[in-house]
């Protein structure tokens, strides 16, 4: 039984039918999907939650399917650690890490969306699924579709980390890598996008896809015990999981799923591609786009598509934003390692650096919850790290050399 | 002057239910008019009220984003590549 009544242009308001349609037809603003909430709230209670089955679709009245998930049944619901290591070494009260670095089965929060998405292109009836990645969206198709056995085309840039390419061909999928930075694979997908009828999962299954991102903050709220945190730092590539993440609060907020609504939302990106982060700091309307320079490749996306609505967030829940180095990433990510256990990739590191960086900054109080977002694996993106953490002690299979070569 | 215009999907009803097209003009700007003359109604749903291009539509002269080059003011030339594109998620 489905929810869903159809889509609406976020900019002109707008109807459309519940199809594979994504911008509209006059004002080219991006359609999102509307849910009859009376029907909603009446259904989905906390109880109602409680009692399914431990994965994102334990929220599935909030999920734009008309019928049953047949895609991702082991996907979400990572986990929600309380990081007192990483506390003490921050000088914070109450810190959390959710650890999308552990989202089934490609370790990656994408594994939320493409979940959707492909269930989506399912009921549809598409035999055929593509999308434009920077790499652990490729893993997640890649994965997802192989289950599901749909075919699959899945374009890259040239330039990714081994881990993420090793980790999309492994499912077999047709992997394109393309000369050139995200943006352009992005803008030749769009323009295969009108010429074969496949359900593009970031193009033409846009609205539906999207909605996944929302069970992040549908976790963390109800991993809280149902209450929002006061603080939340996201990473931002196209600004989509920012804007999810705020709308999924508010609905839990409007089904009465949580009784208040104070979180403010903070934007992270790295120093050599922060279109988004520069908007906010400039106090800027619109998004300048820039072309991408960082060793954050899974955040390089010099024209973010939702760039517009991560910055409204941002401003709506008076949080701000924050940029980090390459060599401040790699620092972040050893820092999770070393106090949490948790090997995150370098768009952990760019999270995680960047609220060290608001919190030193005194613009996220010391004595408040906060949630830093972990949404990727670090074994994925290795070269970030390699030549930055040490060698292994080589010795010979012998005592005296295992003594004379080890210091204890 | 022949230029080759991609046209996006929600604009190929307008287009005759053409993926491309060839249109003519020195700028961007003309290429759209030239557009509006050959393809009635394509022009407002390209530009907003005040004839600037919508912000959630992006376009390329030759695979390069125009916000990189003149914005509306770039220039053309015979066998140029236009492809209008609406901004997509990604990731």
Same mark, same amino acid.
């Given at each position: 039984?489905?929810?869903?009544?159809?889509?609406?242009?976020?900019?002109?308001?707008?109807?459309?039918?519940?199809?594979?349609?994504?911008?509209?037809?006059?004002?080219?603003?991006?359609?999102?999907?509307?849910?009859?909430?009376?029907?909603?709230?009446?259904?989905?209670?906390?109880?109602?939650?409680?009692?399914?089955?431990?994965n994102?679709?334990?929220?599935?009245?909030?999920l734009?399917?008309?019928?049953?998930?047949?895609?991702?049944?082991?996907?979400?619901?990572?986990?929600?650690?309380?990081?007192?290591n990483?506390?003490?070494?921050?000088?914070?009260?109450?810190?959390?890490?959710?650890?999308?670095?552990?989202?089934?089965?490609?370790?990656?929060?994408?594994?939320?969306?493409?979940?959707v998405?492909?269930?989506?292109?399912?009921?549809?009836?598409?035999?055929?699924?593509?999308?434009?990645?920077?790499?652990?969206?490729?893993?997640?198709?890649?994965?997802?579709?192989?289950?599901?056995?749909?075919?699959?085309?899945?374009?890259?840039?040239?330039?990714?980390?081994?881990?993420?390419?090793?980790?999309?061909?492994?499912?077999?999928?047709?992997?394109?890598?393309?000369?050139?930075?995200?943006?352009?694979?992005?803008?030749?997908?769009?323009?295969?996008?009108?010429?074969?009828?496949?359900?593009?999962?970031?193009?033409?299954?846009?609205?539906?896809?999207?909605?996944?991102?929302?069970?992040?903050?549908?976790?963390?709220?109800?991993?809280?015990?149902?209450?929002?945190?006061?603080?939340?730092i996201?990473?931002?590539?196209?600004?989509?999981?920012?804007?999810?993440?705020?709308?999924?609060?508010?609905?839990?907020?409007?089904?009465?799923?949580?009784?208040?609504?104070?979180?403010?939302?903070?934007?992270?990106?790295?120093?050599?591609?922060?279109?988004?982060?520069?908007?906010?700091?400039?106090?800027?309307?619109?998004?300048?786009?820039?072309?991408?320079?960082?060793?954050?490749?899974?955040?390089?996306?010099?024209?973010?598509?939702?760039g517009?609505?991560?910055?409204?967030?941002?401003?709506?829940?008076?949080?701000w934003?924050?940029?980090?180095?390459?060599?401040?990433?790699?620092?972040?990510?050893?820092?999770?390692?070393?106090?949490?256990?948790?090997?995150?990739?370098?768009a952990?590191?760019?999270?995680?650096?960047?609220?060290?960086?608001?919190?030193?900054?005194?613009?996220?109080?010391?004595?408040?919850?906060?949630?830093?977002?972990?949404?990727?694996?670090?074994?994925?993106?290795?070269?970030?790290?390699?030549?930055?953490?040490?060698?292994p002690?080589?010795?010979?299979?012998?005592?005296?050399?295992?003594?004379?070569?080890?210091?204890? | 002057?022949?230029?080759?215009?991609?046209?996006?999907?929600?604009?190929?009803?307008?287009a005759?239910?053409?993926?491309?097209?060839?249109?003519?003009?020195?700028? *961007?700007?003309? %290429?759209?008019? !030239?557009?509006?003359?050959?393809?009635? &109604?394509?022009?407002?749903? #390209?530009?907003?009220?005040?004839?600037?291009?919508?912000?959630?539509?992006?376009?390329?002269?030759?695979?390069?984003? *125009?916000?990189? %080059?003149?914005? !509306?003011?770039?220039?053309?030339?015979? &066998?140029?590549?236009?492809? #209008?594109?609406?901004?997509?998620?990604?990731?």
């Open positions: 039984m489905s929810y869903v009544l159809g889509l609406k242009c976020r900019e002109c308001g707008r109807g459309y039918p519940k199809d594979p349609l994504y911008v509209c037809e006059y004002c080219f603003g991006p359609l999102e999907v509307v849910y009859d909430y009376e029907r909603i709230k009446k259904k989905l209670t906390k109880e109602v939650i409680e009692s399914r089955p431990k994102l679709w334990r929220y599935k009245e909030l734009p399917l008309d019928g049953e998930q047949t895609c991702g049944l082991n996907s979400g619901f990572t986990p929600l650690v309380r990081a007192r990483l506390e003490k070494a921050l000088g914070v009260k109450e810190l959390y890490i959710k650890d999308d670095s552990v989202c089934h089965p490609t370790l990656s929060f994408k594994d939320r969306v493409v979940s998405a492909l269930s989506k292109a399912k009921e549809f009836g598409f035999n055929t699924v593509a999308c434009a990645s920077t790499g652990n969206l490729a893993n997640s198709v890649a994965a997802q579709a192989a289950i599901a056995g749909l075919k699959r085309y899945i374009f890259i840039p040239a330039d990714l980390e081994m881990g993420k390419v090793v980790g999309t061909l492994i499912y077999n999928p047709v992997l394109v890598a393309v000369e050139g930075n995200y943006d352009q694979v992005n803008r030749l997908c769009s323009e295969i996008a009108t010429i074969y009828k496949w359900a593009f999962v970031n193009i033409n299954i846009r609205p539906y896809y999207a909605e996944g991102s929302k069970t992040y903050g549908y976790e963390i709220a109800e991993q809280l015990g149902w209450k929002a945190p006061k603080h939340i996201v990473p931002c590539a196209g600004g989509s999981l920012i804007t999810k993440i705020y709308k999924g609060l508010k609905e839990f907020k409007a089904l009465g799923l949580i009784d208040r609504l104070q979180t403010k939302i903070y934007a992270a990106q790295a120093s050599g591609c922060s279109p988004i982060v520069t908007a906010i700091k400039e106090n800027a309307e619109i998004i300048k786009p820039v072309k991408p320079n960082t060793i954050a490749k899974s955040l390089a996306i010099g024209n973010p598509a939702d517009v609505y991560a910055l409204a967030t941002v401003k709506e829940t008076g949080g934003g924050g940029d980090v180095s390459d060599d401040e990433i790699v620092e972040a990510i050893k820092l999770l390692a070393a106090t949490e256990g948790i090997f995150t990739e370098t952990g590191g760019v999270t995680l650096g960047v609220a060290k960086k608001l919190i030193e900054q005194g613009r996220i109080p010391k004595d408040e919850s906060i949630v830093v977002s972990i949404t990727g694996n670090g074994l994925k993106t290795q070269e970030a790290v390699v030549e930055k953490i040490g060698k002690i080589k010795i010979k299979p012998n005592i005296a050399h295992f003594e004379e070569s080890v210091k204890i | 002057m022949a230029i080759k215009v991609i046209i996006p999907t929600p604009l190929q009803k307008l005759k239910n053409q993926a491309d097209v060839q249109a003519s003009g020195s700028s *961007i700007k003309e %290429l759209i008019d !030239d557009l509006e003359k050959k393809f009635p &109604g394509l022009k407002e749903r #390209i530009c907003d009220e005040t004839g600037k291009v919508r912000r959630f539509i992006n376009i390329y002269v030759n695979e390069e984003d *125009i916000r990189f %080059l003149k914005q !509306d003011n770039t220039s053309l030339k015979d &066998g140029d590549e236009v492809s #209008i594109i609406p901004a997509i998620a990604g990731g």
